[in-house]
């Protein structure tokens, strides 16, 4: 099924770059996980990159679905020559919130400390019926 609206992930990237309205901005193009509509999986801009929301493919548990939704944005960065260490703020989106804990326990496995700035947002459904989906920004230090 194809969702005829954007994500909140999706529509937070598509705001970000409108922000920068004016400047070129390029699409980076991976054969990772296929776009299900109308946009790129991450865009540069202005020393940032904006990751649109990953979700993980994985679904034998949730922290591997977690897992694999932070290996999709870390295969978005390392096409641009980033890296996790780079991420500077990430959205998270659950339909359960009750797994917050959960998401946090692998979470903080993933990235150090400083850690990213986060705002995780419960939702009532993801695409392909994903539990996870986290979209990401980051900074060329």
Same mark, same amino acid.
């Given at each position: ?9 999706? !529509? ?24 299900? @509509?109308?946009?790129?999986?991450? +865009?540069? &801009?202005?020393?940032? $990159?904006?990751?649109?929301?990953? =979700? @993980?493919?994985?679904? %034998?548990?949730?922290?591997?679905? $977690?897992?694999? #939704?932070?290996? @999709?944005?870390?295969?978005? /960065? !390392?096409?641009?020559?980033? %890296? ?7 959205? =998270? *989106?659950? &339909? ?9 326990? +692998?979470?903080? &496995?993933?990235?150090?400390?400083? *850690?990213?700035?986060?705002? &995780?947002?419960? $939702? !009532? #459904? /993801?695409? @392909?019926? #994903? ?11």
């Amino acid at each position: 099924m194809v969702p005829t609206r954007f994500s909140p992930a999706r !529509a937070l990237v598509l705001h970000a770059i409108a922000v920068f309205a004016g400047c070129s901005s390029s699409p980076i193009h991976r054969p990772a996980p296929r776009a299900i @509509g109308p946009y790129s999986g991450s +865009v540069a &801009t202005r020393g940032l $990159v904006f990751v649109a929301g990953q =979700v @993980g493919q994985e679904r %034998s548990s949730f922290a591997a679905e $977690v897992n694999a #939704a932070i290996d @999709g944005v870390a295969a978005r /960065l !390392a096409d641009a020559g980033l %890296s996790l260490r780079e991420v500077v703020s990430t959205t =998270v *989106y659950l &339909t359960d919130m009750a797994s917050f804990a959960a998401m946090n326990d +692998v979470y903080a &496995t993933r990235f150090s400390a400083p *850690y990213p700035a986060r705002t &995780t947002v419960g $939702v !009532a #459904a /993801l695409p @392909g019926g #994903a539990s996870i989906e986290i979209a990401a920004i980051a900074a060329r230090r």
